[in-house]
């Protein structure tokens, strides 16, 4: 079986591929020029991963996620044959490893990029998400968050309402989140919202910075 035919059956998204580029143009705006370490919590088909990690030469990208997609971002990574894409690590943001601060784990990141998993997640998982990553970041350290807000209760279009009321169907906690509720988490782990920039399908992209 070639090459081309096996990438077939590793995940893939279409919404990846869609914003990757718009996403690039942020990171490259507040990533430092110089050797950059950055974590991905989430990084699902890998997609993201792998092409940040070509545009950005200078940055080491870890990725990291779930059990279920390991394997998928284990090839994925293998393939793409870049010294700064790192393989994935298990990562569960309600598993001890994350939020224990004594954890094995004990690397710090000059950043960290999640994208659309705030509205996957349950509450709980993103109260958890912060309280781990605040042992994993330092003074000047960027967070990413890509996906889709609730401001002050609004949707930011139709679409995006009908959206949350299909994740709310599930029955497993996923709804589009508050941004007021977001940034309150954040600034309790130190984290001060920067930039807050409308991103292609009615999703945003939120850039803290930890001071």
């Given amino acids: 079986m070639n090459k081309g035919i096996e ?20 990171l490259k705006k507040h990533l430092a020029q110089g050797e950059t370490r950055v974590l991905e919590v989430g990084s699902g088909t890998g997609q993201h991963a792998e092409y940040f990690a070509q545009q950005l030469p200078k ?18 990574v293998k393939r793409a044959e870049r010294a700064n894409l790192q393989a994935p690590f298990e990562l569960d943001v ?17 950043a960290v990029f999640t994208a ?19 042992h994993r970041i330092k003074q000047h350290s960027v967070l ?18 009908g959206f949350d009321l299909s994740l709310r169907s599930r ?11 977001i940034v309150g988490l954040a600034v309790d782990v130190g984290l001060t919202l920067i930039e807050d920039i ?14």
């Fill in 116 to 134: 659309n998993t705030f509205h996957i997640m349950d509450s709980g998982a993103v109260e958890n998400f912060f309280k781990g990553l605040s």
């Fill in 144 to 161: 990413f968050v890509y996906g889709p807000f609730r401001y002050a209760g609004e949707f930011t279009s139709e679409s995006n309402a």
């Fill in 59 to 76: 940055v080491h990208w870890q990725t990291a996620d779930q059990h279920d997609y390991l394997m998928h971002l284990r090839e994925r």
């Fill in 171 to 181: 029955g497993v906690g996923s709804a589009i989140r508050e941004i007021e509720w």
């Fill in 198 to 211: 409308a991103m292609p399908a009615n999703n945003q992209c939120l850039v803290f910075k930890c001071e």
């Fill in 7 to 26: 990438l077939i059956n590793l995940l893939h998204s279409e919404a990846c591929e869609r914003n990757k580029a718009p996403i690039l143009e942020v």
């Fill in 94 to 110: 309600n598993g001890d490893d994350w939020l224990n601060k004594a954890a094995s784990d004990t690397v710090l990141y000059d």
